[in-house]
C-alpha cells in the first residue's frame, strides 16, 4: 500500500484491512516521506497490531518523492523477499474496498492465475457513483485507448487494484520497470500478458477517495498517454530482433 500524504486515510483502510479473516495476511505500508506524518501513523499501526511472535504491519520509509510506480516496485520488491506467496497492490485512499480481497485471493488460487485484477470495467464492474458524466467517459476512454494500443486483451489495464503471484512479480524484474507514476499499472500488465501469465478480472465496486484530493497531474497523464506507444515500438524491435 503506497501512501503520500494519507494520514488521515491509511488508519481506516489498515483497521479494514488487516480484520479479514485470512491467516498470514500482513500489510506492507510504503511511505514517500510523506510531510502529513503518514508514516509516522503507520509505525503506530505497526506498534498496536505486531507482537513478539507475529509481524503484521511493516512500514518501508523512502527519502524521495519519486513517483508511484518507484513506490510500488519498491514494496513489490519488499513483499516477496520477505517470503510473500501474493501480493496485493492497493491504495491507502478507501477507492479499493477490501472486501474484495478474499475474492481476488480466491480467484488467483482457483484458477492458477499469475495477476487477478479487480476490474471496473468488466461485467458487473462500476465505477463511483460520485463520479459525473465526464469523468465516467474520460476513465473508461483511457482504458479503451491503453488497450487499442498493447491489445492487452484486458478491460482494466490501469487498474490499481490486482493480487499478484510472487513468481510472476519476481519475473517482472521490477528494478528496469521505466514508469515512474499511474502508467506504471499499464507497463506491469503488459509484460505480464506478453510473458504469457494468465491475468483474470473480477468485477469491483471502484469508491470515490475518502479524505483527500487525487494525485494525477498533468506530467502524469502525458506520461500516461505517450508510454503505450513506446511500450509497443519496444516489443515490436525486440521481435524483430
Not at 60 to 68: I, S, Y
Not at 175 to 187: A, D, H, W
Not at 206 to 228: C, D, H, N, W, Y
Request: a neutral charge.
Amino acid at each position: 500500500m503506497p501512501t503520500y500524504n494519507e494520514a488521515e486515510n491509511l488508519p481506516r483502510m489498515a483497521e479494514a484491512l488487516l480484520a479479514l479473516p485470512l491467516p498470514g495476511l500482513r500489510l506492507l505500508v510504503v511511505d514517500d516521506n510523506s510531510p502529513d506524518g503518514t508514516g509516522e501513523v503507520a509505525e503506530e499501526l505497526a506498534a498496536r497490531h505486531n507482537t513478539a511472535d507475529r509481524t503484521r504491519v511493516t512500514v518501508l520509509h523512502r527519502t524521495v518523492k519519486d513517483g508511484l510506480g518507484r513506490a510500488y516496485a519498491a514494496g513489490m520488491d519488499q513483499a516477496v523477499a520477505e517470503g510473500a506467496r501474493y501480493v496485493l497492490q492497493m491504495d491507502a485512499d478507501g477507492s479499493h474496498p477490501v472486501e474484495y480481497v478474499a475474492q481476488m485471493l480466491g480467484t488467483a488460487l482457483a484458477t492458477g492465475a499469475g495477476v487477478v485484477i479487480g476490474s471496473r470495467y468488466v461485467a458487473g464492474g462500476r465505477l463511483a457513483e460520485e463520479w459525473g458524466a465526464h469523468r465516467k467517459l474520460l476513465s473508461r476512454w483511457a482504458n479503451g485507448y491503453v488497450s487499442a494500443v498493447l491489445r492487452t486483451g484486458l478491460r482494466d489495464v490501469t487498474a490499481g487494484f490486482a493480487m499478484w503471484r510472487a513468481d510472476t512479480v519476481t519475473a517482472m524484474r521490477l528494478s528496469q520497470v521505466r514508469s515512474s507514476g499511474y502508467s506504471f499499472q499499464v507497463e506491469l500488465k503488459f509484460q505480464a500478458v506478453r510473458a504469457g501469465y494468465t491475468v483474470v478480472e473480477v468485477p469491483i465496486h471502484f469508491e470515490e477517495r475518502q479524505i483527500g484530493m487525487s494525485k494525477m497531474t498533468l506530467a502524469v497523464q502525458l506520461e500516461s498517454a505517450l508510454l503505450p506507444w513506446r511500450m509497443r515500438w519496444d516489443a515490436a524491435r525486440a521481435r524483430r530482433h
